[in-house]
């Protein structure tokens, strides 16, 4: 499930959506690491009713709001 393929997939759509999509700079080492967390772990406690969810580049950008929203909960 979490493989380094999968790891390397979010990362780089991570750092993608930065770069060119918001054009701004990209996160930190730990933040991309954060994000890979936060990735994995939704789509394990999704597991439970869509079995069959892939971690595709569709899933990684739907997921960039929602760890956002989490962090800003984390620090409040």
Do not use: G, W
């Not at 439970?48 to 997921?63: A, T, V």
């Amino acid at each position: 499930m979490d493989t380094s393929k999968e790891r390397k997939l979010i990362e780089e759509t991570f750092v993608l959506a930065f770069a060119s999509s918001l054009q701004v700079e990209v996160p930190s080492k730990d933040a991309v690491e954060h994000f890979v967390s936060f990735v994995i772990s939704k789509r394990i406690a999704a597991l439970n009713y869509l079995p069959n969810l892939p971690i595709d580049e569709r899933f990684i950008y739907s997921s960039i709001p929602e760890f956002i929203n989490y962090l800003q909960e984390c620090h409040q």
